[in-house]
């Protein structure tokens, strides 16, 4: 077990060593080599493929689909003008999100701009989440050169952030409730901890895995708050759909279920698609079989695997380590999961890197390859390729997995447990 | 205490400098390029500067400003991205994706 708090008893070379003018563990040291020499690698390998014009996908780092960028908000534009009438039903395509998030898209559309409005959005939020994690490290003790350094390394090298913003993909409001509920329930604001995880649960149904985190503590009150939440702004978002309820909520699953039809089973996008299905569409794909059949049983597994860990091992663990190993879940139990979901991970990474300011120099090395796993997942891996196809989704689930078996096997303690 | 005289403020920024030189420079190549206009005119007869890839001449090797060639998937409604990782393999599935794919862009044609 690790002991992550500073104390009265720390040794006398590690309080030598904080008050040097470039301060950092070694475990973040080792990070930010990480992040930063993997992108340089990435980046690099794109700029000599495109010089030597080797083509897609080997010149570009980040997923590549003509027409498509901006396309998961900007797809929205003809049918929200018609939200809240008959007509909003009656367009062509699916809009395959649960009910709750068109309250979400519609918060833009319903003004001049939605488009530009939307971007500023994703670039404020990416601002915040950054002056957040740097005020957390300047309070946790680092100077402002490596904090600084640190922070702008991190958003720089963001690998989930940038397919965002190519994307403008909704799982920014994912990316936000999701994280302010880790964080505020590691801060033990857990009355706000379930209304955030609420919400989120409300806009995508998996971050439901994290009221897992509530039952440990017996925050069972929590737990219905949060509940009631993602039920209230369900009903409250089929109701702004339309008077009659329950077509809006027929509507909703058949939208739902064309997810399942078209997605689910097919390789579409393996490149950036690092659920643990996807996983299985690779290693299957020389056949190139109809996994329709297998979804359900697949479904199934993981959901009984998900219960056996749960009880099993991640209730005894850490706080740290059942945010992240519910973290890593949410992120990869899904029958498809493109690579901007990895957003969700910040909160854990922001919570390790607290505890590594904390941890004596001795004890470093537990943290490290913790953090040399994050920053294989949170960089592009686009030299990953074969056959003319990019599959470095697969190695980051590969790397997910190991993320995942490590945090259940080594508790790390952090401020939230000793408080 | 390796770490340390290896990964030094010093040799640290340079690779940060390195990796935010490297960013501008592709953010800067995908802004000139526009890499995300569509050649809307190409269909699976009518395809100028591609290569067929297979017999029936589904699958096209076309130029994408900026970034060199890639796969698309066509039909006699238009072309779109192939996915790469069926090499050159059309699931039934990626067809369907392909119909639903221009029935929008005839709606919004249309309006």
Redesign the interface.
Known sequence: MIPASKSDREPEKDQKARQR??WLP?SL??F??AI??L??VS??Y??VA?IL?????????YP???????SDFS?FR?RFPDFGTPQFFN???YLMYPAAMTLAIEAFYATPHPLKIFFLFLVIIGMFFTGCLYHILRKGGLSL??AA?LT??IL??SYPYLVLLLRWNTEVFIWLTVTLGLWTFYRRQYVWAAIWIGLAAALKLYPIIFFGLFLPRRRYLDIALGVFIAIAITVVALRTLSPNIVYAFHWNSVQLQAFGK?YA???????YDHSLLGLVK?AT?PW?P?LTSALRPFTWFIAVACLVLYFGRIWKMPIFNQILSLSVLSVSIAPVSYDYTLLSLYAALTILCVAALHTSEDEQSNLTPFFLLFAAILTPLNFIIL?????GAQLRALLLIALLVMTLRRPIRTEGDIA | MH??R????KS??I??L???L??A??AI??VRSH????EDSRTIAFHPNCLPLEATGRIL?CP?P??????FICSKEGC??K?????L?I????A??LD?HF??V???HV?
């Open positions: 003018p470039f070694t040291r080792y930010l080599f930063l020499g992108t340089i980046l690099g794109s700029l495109r014009g080797f083509g897609l996908p080997y010149s570009f780092s590549f689909i003509p027409g498509a960028f901006f797809e003809l367009h062509i395509g050169g490596p350094l702008a390394a720089i090298t078209y089973a097919a390789p579409h996008n393996l490149g690779f794909l190139h109809d056959h003319g196809a990019v599959f | 770490a340390e290896l990964f030094t403020l640290l920024s690779m940060f390195l990796c935010f490297l960013t420079e592709e190549h995908l890499p995300n206009k569509l090797r994408v900026g970034y060199g060639d890639m796969n779109w991205a996915e790469p990782s069926n090499g393999f699931t039934a599935s990626e369907k994706l639903n029935k929008v005839n709606e919004e309006k």
